[in-house]
């Protein structure tokens, strides 16, 4: 299974910004697919969930702001992220449990500032 990650990059505050994360190695349509994020000093939290029903959770810091999406077809999740601010900055994963195992991302990096 690979899970490779993309779309970071400095953005002012405001801004947007559009994460992809393209799967490999499973039948991508049958999995919850999550995204992560760790900022410096901190631990890595749960950003955004879909399930494969499309059913979507946020934490309440990005509600009303990032959108998960996922394209079974392409095997791709997305998390579409706006207003940006600098408490978003922060390395973001993409994260599956398939088949009894956890995979991630390599992780992108996201950097929100003037």
């Known amino acids: 299974v690979q899970l490779q990650a993309s779309g970071g990059g400095l953005v002012q505050p405001g801004g947007s910004l559009r994460l992809s994360c393209k799967a490999s190695?499973?039948?991508?349509?049958?999995?919850?697919l999550r995204w992560y994020r760790q900022a410096p000093g901190k631990e890595r939290d749960i950003v955004a969930t879909?399930?494969?029903?499309?059913?979507?959770e946020y934490t309440d810091s990005v509600k009303g702001r990032f959108t998960i999406g996922r394209d079974n077809v392409r095997r791709t999740l997305y998390l579409q992220m706006n207003s940006l601010t600098p408490e978003d900055t922060a390395i973001y994963y993409c994260?599956?449990?398939?088949?009894?195992?956890?995979?991630w991302g390599q992780g992108t990096q996201v950097t929100v500032s003037s």
């Open positions: 994260n599956v449990d398939a088949r009894g195992t956890t995979y």
């Open positions: 190695g499973i039948n991508f349509r049958l999995y919850t």
């Open positions: 879909i399930t494969n029903d499309g059913t979507t």
